[in-house]
Structure formats: structure tokens, C-alpha cells
């Protein structure tokens, strides 16, 4: 009898690792390494998160009626066409369960979020990384690669690690060269951070026609990172598809209040979202005065390279920050060695990682 093995494409992945929160003999640790918000989540939605637990005995609404409903309310959407799941992680791969299989490929940018290849290879599909050009993804690069075999394209608007976006225009000229057989999912996590007149999340785009679907994510401006809740907006052909499939009690009560709760405080919101507007640009300014080479980022972290010298390389940097008791994210897993990736933080926490990181520009070193 031969050997239980899995399918060929899961022993491709390199498992998805997210930023670490934990220092050995550090007792007090500033983590800037997984984009969190810093002000946490609204206090209504602590408190509908806390109230729920009278309830931890029934079963979620399967349909999620009043959350997709609150979330149609606030960006102008039909819940009709609104799925909820377990983080947008969950959904993004129900679709690819739902469109790609072996043989197939799937499209990513260079750069883009680690876990696209990783569900393709997931559904045995064949994941194909589209160059970028200056940390950009082009849609000429991205429309280069599609084949007679392409089902997905994976994009993320802004990019995570490098921040950077495609304006509206051209996401437009993307989807109109695509082919009708292939899936544009425009991961938009970020998008309440965005401050740029020529940018959307792609709602338009979704509306316009039948192969275009958007993802969202509570786990950045709203900060309920680990109750894991996302969403989906998309033609209804599409929708119906990932309800087929998706758990019927794939997010709990728990996750639901809390995630009507935040996405109705639109003042709460509103403060995390001026607190990057503040920090953001700060940041990238402080880091440019020092001799380092930060990306213009529209999301809520900077992508920041250091130079290619031992010892003032990101390695060194990373080190150095760490025993300083400061985490960020080390970018080697996505082909970016040279550079590290600063999540906005407190303002505390800004103005220490700009110290921290003169001393280590100017080699004092008070460890």
C-alpha cells in the first residue's frame, strides 16, 4: 500500500508566518510588525462583543442578515450581494475552491500578499507572480501573463508589503482587457486608508459586469483583528458560489455584533483613520531625513529599504530594533532582503522607532 500523501501543491507552500508579538526576555514590547491599529477597536464594538457572551450556547446567524446589512448601509451596497467569512483570508480562498483547480493558474503581482500563491497551490493551481515595476504593480505586467489557462487574478489595491496603488483608470483598463473566463479579486484591506483622489476599493467595478469581486477586511481600520472577519462584495453568480461552499456557521455571534458595532461608529472610524493620515507621512518623512529610502505608502505602514552594507543593512536594523525591544516585519520571505516593513503605531511608539532608529544610523547604540 503506498503512502497517505497529500496533494502535490500543499508540499509547495511555505506556510504563511505573521509578524511576531514576542521578544525573548523582553517584558515590554512595541509591535509594529502585523498592521494593527493602534487605537484598538471602538469601545461599541468591545462592548457588543462582551454582551454576546450570554450567548456563546446558540449557534451564529449562518446568513449573517444584520452584518451584511449594516455593512451594505455604510458603503452603499446591496447585502444581497454581500458574503461574510472568517477574515477576507477565508474568503479569497473559497473563491479560488470555487474557480481555479489543477492545471489552472493564478495570478499575483511580484510583491503582492503572501497567501495568493499559497491558495493556489492550496486548489493545485499553478501561481504565476506578475513583475512590478518600482514596488508598482503595472497592468501591463499582470495582463503579460494571462494564458488560455489564467482562471484568477489576485490584486491587492493598496499592496501589502509595499503600499502602493492602482488608480481607478487603470484598474478599469485591467478588467476590460481580461478575458470573461477569469475572476478579478481586488483585495481591498486597506482601502480606508487611502487618501488619493483616483482611487476606489473597485465597487464600480463589481457592478460593472459579472467577473469582478471585492474584498474587505475588519481587521485593519476597525481593529478587531482577532475575531477574524471579513467580507465580499460580487455579482450574484459569484456569491452564491461561495455560499455553497463556505461553513454554514463560518462567523461566530461574537464577530457579527462587534463588526455592526465598529462599522456603525463611523466617528470611531473616522479617529483611526486621521491618526494614520497624521503618522503616516510623519513617519516616511523622518525615515527619508535619515538616509533610508521609504516608499510613498497610501496604507497604514511604510516599506522602508536600508542600505546593502553589512551592518547598516535591514538585517542589522532589525536587529538592532529588536533589542530595543521594538518588532517590525522583516520582508525576506517576500524577495525584499534589503528592506522592513514599520506598522503606524501609537504616537509613542512613532517617535520611538524614529529614535531607535537614529542611533542606529549614527551608531549609538545604548543597549
Known amino acids: 500500500m503506498p503512502d497517505l500523501m497529500p496533494r502535490s501543491g500543499v508540499l509547495k507552500i511555505s506556510p504563511y508566518v505573521g509578524g511576531e508579538a514576542v521578544l525573548p526576555g523582553v517584558e515590554t514590547v512595541i509591535k509594529l510588525s502585523s498592521n494593527e491599529s493602534p487605537l484598538g477597536p471602538s469601545p461599541r464594538a468591545v462592548a457588543a462583543y462582551r454582551a454576546a457572551a450570554d450567548t456563546l450556547h446558540r449557534y451564529s446567524d449562518g446568513e449573517a442578515h444584520a452584518l451584511r446589512r449594516a455593512i451594505g448601509a455604510c458603503h452603499g451596497l446591496d447585502p444581497a450581494r454581500i458574503v461574510c467569512g472568517s477574515g477576507s483570508d477565508e474568503l479569497l480562498s473559497l473563491l479560488a475552491h470555487a474557480y481555479a483547480g489543477g492545471g489552472d493558474e493564478i495570478i499575483h503581482s511580484q510583491y503582492g500578499f503572501l497567501l495568493y500563491p499559497i491558495i493556489a497551490h492550496t486548489v493545485g493551481a499553478t501561481p504565476v507572480g506578475a513583475p512590478e515595476s518600482g514596488l508598482c504593480t503595472t497592468v501591463d505586467a499582470l495582463l503579460a501573463c494571462v494564458t488560455s489557462r489564467t482562471r484568477i487574478v489576485y490584486l491587492a489595491n493598496p499592496n501589502n508589503p509595499t503600499g502602493t496603488y492602482i488608480p481607478a483608470e487603470e484598474m478599469a483598463r485591467l478588467r476590460r482587457a481580461l478575458p470573461a473566463s477569469v475572476l478579478l479579486v481586488i483585495d481591498a484591506a486597506y482601502a480606508e486608508y487611502v487618501d488619493r483622489a483616483e482611487y476606489t476599493p473597485g465597487t464600480e467595478l463589481v457592478d460593472g459586469g459579472a467577473n469582478t469581486v471585492m474584498t474587505r477586511t475588519f481587521s485593519k481600520i476597525h481593529g478587531l483583528s482577532a475575531l477574524r472577519l471579513g467580507w465580499a462584495y460580487g455579482p450574484p453568480a459569484v456569491i452564491d458560489a461561495v455560499n455553497r461552499i463556505r461553513g454554514p456557521f463560518n462567523v461566530s455571534s461574537p464577530a457579527q455584533v462587534a463588526g455592526i458595532a465598529a462599522i456603525e461608529d463611523r466617528a470611531y472610524t473616522e479617529l483611526s483613520r486621521v491618526h494614520n493620515m497624521l503618522w503616516r507621512p510623519w513617519l516616511t518623512e523622518q525615515l527619508r531625513a535619515l538616509g533610508l529610502i521609504p516608499t510613498d505608502s497610501v496604507a497604514n505602514f511604510v516599506l522602508v529599504r536600508f542600505p546593502d552594507e553589512p551592518g547598516r543593512d535591514a538585517g542589522a536594523a532589525d536587529a538592532f530594533l529588536?533589542?530595543?525591544?521594538?518588532?517590525?516585519?522583516?520582508?525576506?520571505?517576500?524577495?525584499?532582503?534589503?528592506?522592513?516593513?514599520?506598522?503606524?503605531?501609537?504616537?509613542?511608539?512613532?517617535?520611538?522607532?524614529?529614535?531607535?532608529?537614529t542611533d542606529f544610523v549614527s551608531r549609538r547604540d545604548a543597549a
Open 322 to 357: 529588536r533589542r530595543r525591544g521594538l518588532i517590525v516585519r522583516r520582508m525576506n520571505s517576500y524577495g525584499l532582503g534589503h528592506s522592513l516593513r514599520i506598522s503606524i503605531g501609537r504616537d509613542t511608539d512613532m517617535q520611538t522607532v524614529v529614535e531607535v532608529l
